[in-house]
């Protein structure tokens, strides 16, 4: 059974920074990413990792966040580091993980917001 476990959202005033953590478990997993929906807007991605380390960032968010990941035996961690916050980088963010079989998997979604 595939289980992606998101935690690390919070509060933070603007210029701050928060660390979300993604534990991914049950599959072989090729690209993990985090995806993100602002209040009364379409889910977007912000960042992606394959299996060889290879990252894409949203132009939005180049030089503020950093994705990464730590391959253990029978999990997948995926972190999003974000820095230098920003109020519209308020939103739910989720994690979603592709597994080597083309299937996508979601987190259950962790509210991240920057406000003064």
């Known amino acids: 059974q595939v289980q992606l476990v998101e935690s690390g959202g919070g509060l933070v005033q603007p210029g701050g920074s928060l660390r979300l953590s993604c534990v991914a478990s049950g599959s072989i997993f090729n690209a993990m990413g985090w995806y993100r929906q602002p209040p009364g807007k379409e889910r977007e991605l912000v960042a992606s990792i394959n299996s060889g380390g290879t990252t894409n960032y949203v132009d939005s968010v180049k030089g503020r966040f950093t994705i990464s990941r730590d391959n253990a035996k029978n999990t997948v961690t995926v972190y999003l580091q974000m820095n230098s916050l920003k109020p519209e980088d308020t939103a739910v963010y989720y994690c979603?993980?592709?597994?080597?079989?083309?299937?996508?998997?979601w987190g259950q979604g962790t509210q991240g917001t920057v406000s003064s």
């Open positions: 979603n993980a592709t597994s080597w079989y083309g299937t996508h998997y």
